[in-house]
């Protein structure tokens, strides 16, 4: 985790400079715009009290060209430092929006209150759907296509790229060009109902190699269950309603209402950020997320305590 100023990508670099030139620059206008003003009240009030009222009633030639100077040097020096104010937002938009070949596609879908996240591979096939979690290869542009499933979303990732909405209907583009290996927070940033404070993207930027592996574990289908207790899990997974919202890959679950939860276990969050995957706090989502999350989208499930058992060993056993 880093401070939210800490640029770690292309993109957020180049918002970062910018925003430092806009500041320095603001701050040196300012600056000497006080000092302009403090000098001026002084020598007027010195040049007054030497030569009494009639100080204003008759200027001088002389000071009158040197305040004309005066003006006119301000007003080149302002136009100056617009025009160069204009270069470097230009500059850093080319950054910004740029997106060197061959990015990596990634897909972000925005629900009411987690994110689903989709790799399309070469084939059909291939294409991973994770939720809660964005991984990416450090070195190589990501092309993200935003889109929500149901209302207006933001997604910000202050440490890689500035915000940009979701939009039902209407896909929009973001990319990012991640150098630093490391866990960034991604947010929600457009209030979007009850539980938009707990709908956290947490991004992982690793190394192309580990990305890959990620990548290819996340591709499998979900491993058989090897235990009589994971057994008896996956019998309620799919016979109950919990396949009617979510998908476990090589099952007869396959709906999407939820987050898709084949690899489940290898996430390091459950319910976008709100609490920490383990096998206690899987548990007690189960038993109650409208108490954990309240207002979520998953009702309660109504598992007996044995029940509840056996499909946390089914889900804890889906690397
Ligand atoms: C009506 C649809 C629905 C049903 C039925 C349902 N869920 Fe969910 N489930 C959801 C939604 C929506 C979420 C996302 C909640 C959030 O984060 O706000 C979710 C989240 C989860 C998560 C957290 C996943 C993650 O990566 O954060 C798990 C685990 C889960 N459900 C398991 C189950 C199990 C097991 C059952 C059956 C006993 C079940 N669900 C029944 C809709 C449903
Ligand atoms: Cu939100």
Redesign the pocket.
């Known amino acids: 985790m880093t401070g939210a100023l800490d640029p770690a990508s292309t993109q957020a670099l180049a918002i970062s400079i910018l925003w430092w030139v806009f500041f320095w620059t603001g701050l040196f206008v300012f600056a000497a715009v006080l000092v302009a003003l403090v000098v001026a009240c002084v020598r007027g009030r010195r040049r007054a009290r030497r030569e009494g009222s009639a100080a204003e009633a008759v200027p001088e030639r002389s000071l009158e060209q040197r305040r004309e100077r005066a003006v006119l040097a301000a007003t080149v020096l302002s136009v100056v430092i617009l025009i160069g104010l204009l270069v470097a937002s230009i500059v850093g938009g080319r950054y910004i929006y740029g997106n060197p070949s061959p990015p990596l596609p990634v897909k972000v879908i925005a629900?009411?209150?987690?994110w689903e996240i989709q790799y399309p591979g070469p084939r059909s096939s291939d294409l991973v759907v994770?939720?809660?979690?964005l991984h990416l290869p450090a070195g190589r542009t990501a092309e993200l296509e935003l889109q929500a499933a149901d209302v207006i979303h933001s997604l910000w990732i202050p440490n890689l790229q500035g915000k940009r909405d979701l939009i039902p209907g209407h896909t929009t583009r973001l990319s990012i060009l991640p150098e630093r290996v490391g866990r960034y927070d991604g947010h929600c940033a457009e209030f979007c109902g009850l539980?938009h404070a707990?709908?956290e993207l947490p991004v992982f930027v690793e190394s192309p190699e580990r990305f890959s592996a990620w990548l290819t574990a996340q591709r499998r289908p979900a491993p058989a269950p090897s235990t009589p207790e994971a057994e008896r899990?996956a019998r309620?997974?799919t016979k109950?309603?919990?396949?009617?919202?979510?998908t476990v890959t090589g099952t007869d679950a396959a709906?999407s209402?939820?987050?898709?939860?084949t690899h489940?276990a290898s996430?390091a969050?459950?319910?976008?950020g709100?609490l920490p995957?383990s096998p206690r706090n899987?548990r007690a989502?189960?038993s109650d997320?409208q108490r954990l999350?309240p207002g979520?989208?998953?009702?309660p499930?109504?598992?007996s305590e044995s029940?509840l058992d056996d499909?946390v060993h089914?889900?804890g056993s889906l690397r």
Not at 111 to 114: G, K, L, P, T
Not at 130 to 133: F, K, Y
Not at 269 to 272: H, I, P, S, T
């Open positions: 629900h009411q209150w987690w994770t939720a809660n979690e539980e707990r709908m899990g309620i997974f109950g309603p919990c396949a009617m919202c979510h709906a209402v939820g987050p898709d939860l489940v996430r969050w459950l319910a976008a709100a995957n899987l989502w189960l997320p999350k979520s989208q998953m009702p499930t109504g598992l029940e499909v089914y889900l």
